[in-house]
């Protein structure tokens, strides 16, 4: 028997595009981040990091944005802030409810991000 995708068990297009959303809510919210979001639009910001993730987990959307290595190159972005980032998905993931080893999977793809994310 296969598993279902993290895709699927996270709820599919719509609800990975709800976590999306909670994340980029706690960014706004969170002081050692959140100046770095001023000047988004946060409809594309969700819209890109909800494809990112439905691609990322199995799920047939098309990510319309740029490589992570291209898209944060030059804003020197410090351990704290990736940190800050790693915990507003944590805790996006609790306000709807995900259980520890599907936020165990995220953790670890968000981590095997870092090298391309963090001082580049
Ligand atoms: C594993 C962790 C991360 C992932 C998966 C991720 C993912 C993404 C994605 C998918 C985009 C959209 C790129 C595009 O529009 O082409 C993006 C943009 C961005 N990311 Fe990250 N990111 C991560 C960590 C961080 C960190 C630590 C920061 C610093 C606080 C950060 C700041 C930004 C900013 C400022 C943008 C541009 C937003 C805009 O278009 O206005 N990211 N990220």
């Given at each position: 028997m296969s598993e279902e995708s993290l895709y699927q068990r996270l709820g599919g297009h719509d609800g990975i595009t709800a976590l999306a959303r909670t994340v980029f809510n706690n960014h706004c919210k969170n002081e050692v981040i959140k100046n770095r979001y001023a000047k988004s639009d946060p409809e594309n910001v969700v819209q890109k990091v909800g494809e990112f993730m439905c691609a990322g987990f199995g799920g047939s959307e098309k990510y319309t944005g740029e490589d992570m290595l291209t898209a944060h190159t030059?804003?020197?972005?410090?351990d704290e802030e990736f940190n800050a980032v790693v915990n507003d998905v944590m805790s996006a993931l609790d306000t709807h409810n995900v259980a520890q080893k599907e936020k165990d999977e995220i953790l670890v793809a968000l981590w095997s991000m870092r090298p391309e994310i963090v001082h580049v």
């Open positions: 030059g804003m020197n972005i410090s």
